[in-house]
């Protein structure tokens, strides 16, 4: 099994989560009954996964989007070979992904559903409850303590 480096992890602040997602590239958009994103690089992937209503800012003009209207994502498939500059799951709920080329992803909570979902395959998982509470899980940090 291979060891989690510390850039793999979610790290906590205050307010909001760090999502190690920094240099990452999407390599992949779907649909299902939820808009996606995979992200990758040489050592893993991350997908999220958006089950409600979410934002796009896209240069000067901003998006209200959502999967239930599927003819109306042609915008969110720019994210395409975008890399990710900084992402943050906030305590509230709110997940925010910028992309180095200005572009931002954003994500509120939703009072009924989960809104969004990362799960990455080094261990890490997020999910955003209803109402906006954020269950986190991550492996065990290998080092050479162990």
């Not at 602040?13 to 190690?20: G, S, V």
């Not at 040489?42 to 958006?50: G, L």
């Not at 796009?56 to 599927?70: A, G, H, Q, T």
Request: proline share 4%; glycine share 8%; with cysteine.
């Amino acid at each position: 099994m291979a060891s989690i480096e510390q850039g793999d992890r979610f790290i906590e602040h205050r307010n909001h989560w760090t999502i190690p997602l920094q240099g990452k590239i999407v390599t992949r958009c779907f649909l299902d009954s939820a808009f996606g994103i995979e992200l990758s690089d040489r050592d893993y992937d991350i997908t999220i996964r958006i089950e409600g209503t979410f934002r796009l800012k896209v240069l000067d003009k901003e998006y209200k989007l959502s999967p239930e209207n599927p003819t109306a994502l042609g915008p969110a498939l720019s994210l395409f070979q975008k890399e990710v500059y900084s992402s943050s799951a906030y305590k509230d709920g709110k997940l925010e992904v910028a992309f180095l080329d200005g572009n931002c992803l954003l994500v509120e909570p939703d009072t009924e559903y989960e809104a969004w979902e990362i799960v990455g395959s080094s261990g890490l998982q997020v999910v955003c409850m209803p109402g906006g509470q954020l269950s986190v899980w991550q492996s065990i940090l290998n080092d050479a303590t162990n």
